[in-house]
């Protein structure tokens, strides 16, 4: 009897065995992948491509001054821009209520100070008037005369 039980032992081990060598309906075979990435990485003759470059673009000019007003220079100011006072002319320019030079006069800007145009231009009286802002003064301002200019625009072209 003794001897029963060991072969049914191994019996059982025997079988456990086969079962585990055997396919199953739910098994499935393994497959080794190769993946393309990792072929690429082996080839020693493909150089890096250089890096491309971003082409440069040209701005574009700001328009050539034009004479908007008769009997004046070319209008260089612009709405939406700044501007800053010449300081050819020590005196200052008057910011005036409205574009003529028999307004009242309610500030004054000096030399070299910038200040922001916010329309104009408007011709009057033989000038080219701007309205301006200038800290917390609004007003009217002359670009220049027949001879000369009193403002430019800022930053200066060229």
Partial sequence: MRLVPGLLIVGLLAACSMSAAA????????????SPVAES???TT??????????FVMPTPPPAPTSTCEN????????GERGRVLDDDPRRVRIRSLPSVESNIVASIPPDAIF?????????E???WFYVQYQRTEGWI???DVTSYYVEPYPPAG
């Fill in 126 to 128: 033989g000038y080219a």
């Fill in 116 to 124: 922001f145009v916010v329309d104009g231009p408007r011709c009057e």
């Fill in 46 to 55: 493909d150089t890096p491509a250089p890096p491309t470059r971003t082409p």
């Fill in 142 to 144: 002359a670009e220049g």
């Fill in 72 to 79: 004046t220079p070319p209008t260089r100011l612009m709405s």
């Fill in 23 to 34: 396919p199953t309906a739910t098994s499935r075979p393994t497959q080794t992948v190769v």
């Fill in 41 to 43: 990485t082996h080839r």
